[in-house]
């Protein structure tokens, strides 16, 4: 009975199982129950094989979990990115400016310019020499230069090199050489007057550090009485030279002048003094080869020096 009815199935496993149940002896009837389990569990086992168990289903197993795919890593912050590529920064470059600021009748140094360049003011050396150090490398920079007696003067440059020399000339505003030869007429004019309300006047043709040279010519000159040995001199020197003569010429000539810029210069001359004194005058003569040394102050030229080189005198 139980051979008719298993045999319906069609799979290998059936078959088998049907080969184990003729095999299978039904003699005791005890044996059914577990007959009956194998038989179900068997049907369970090619009903499985068709379509899945209703009661227990198999996960499914998707095909990213059978070829997973690398996963794509989370964008990093913006602080752990790395950065673009830019230009690297300009370096910096920086030079020095230098020069000599100098009169350009003359060619000689004015000490007392200044010189600006961006916010730096410097005054020049006493041998005219100007320094600007670190100053950045740039195509449009101006210097300007001052000094009183001169004309201001600005210059224009480019600076793209380690060290930019710039000589500067500044034109003088007045003529020197012609001042001097002015000054001597007008010293002249005003002892030959001899004229004591002159004395002031004279007196301010000298300046306050005055001296004549300390050598035997010069000291011998001063013996005659034509000039002042030092500044608080002059006025007791020119008071006592009008007292004693009726008359005085006092001449300046061969005068050549040698200006070292619009407030310093020199000359080298010939002095005539010719006095006359009673009225059958006595006439004396000193000539004398000089040198005097002058000095441009607040109110004008000032001798500073004075220096004989050969004195004679005719009575």
Not at 114 to 121: H, M
Not at 180 to 208: P, W
Not at 222 to 239: D, F, H, N, R, Y
Request: charged letters at 25%; aromatic letters at 8%.
């Amino acid at each position: 009975m139980f051979q008719k009815v298993f045999h319906v199935s069609r799979s290998v496993a059936d078959i088998r199982f049907l080969s184990f149940i003729r095999t299978f002896q039904l003699s005791d009837d005890r044996t059914l129950p577990v007959l009956v389990t194998l038989i179900l569990a068997v049907a369970c086992i090619g009903c499985g094989e068709d379509s899945p168990s209703p009661s227990v289903q198999q996960p499914e197993i998707s095909q990213e979990t059978e070829n997973p795919q690398p996963l794509e890593d989370p964008q990093e912050p913006e602080a752990l990115q790395q950065p673009e590529a830019s230009e690297e920064p300009e370096i910096l470059q920086f030079g020095a400016v230098t020069g000599f600021i100098t009169d350009a009748s003359t060619g000689n140094p004015i000490p007392w310019a200044t010189v600006t360049l961006l916010d730096q003011t410097v005054e020049v050396e006493r041998d005219g020499r100007y320094v600007f150090q670190q100053i950045g490398y740039a195509e449009a920079l101006r210097l300007t230069i001052e000094a009183g007696d001169y004309e201001t003067q600005t210059e224009d440059f480019v600076l793209d090199i380690e060290h930019l020399r710039m000589n500067v000339s500044l034109n003088p505003l007045t003529d020197s050489d012609a001042e001097i030869r002015q000054f001597f007429d007008t010293f002249s004019g005003l002892i030959q007057a001899r004229d004591i309300n002159n004395l002031g006047a004279i007196q301010a043709h000298f300046s306050e550090v005055y001296l004549v040279s300390d050598d035997p010519v010069t000291r011998f000159g001063l013996a005659t009485g034509v000039i002042p040995e030092k500044a608080e001199k002059v006025i007791p020197s020119m008071t006592k030279l009008f007292e004693e003569f009726d008359a005085i010429q006092f001449r300046f000539h061969d005068i050549q002048v040698d200006v070292t810029h619009s407030r310093k210069a020199s000359a080298r001359l010939n002095l005539d003094v010719i006095t006359e004194k009673g009225p059958r005058p006595d006439r004396n003569e000193i000539t004398a080869e000089c040198r005097m040394d002058f000095r441009k102050e607040t109110l004008g030229w000032k001798i500073i020096f004075w220096q004989l080189f050969k004195v004679d005198i005719h009575l």
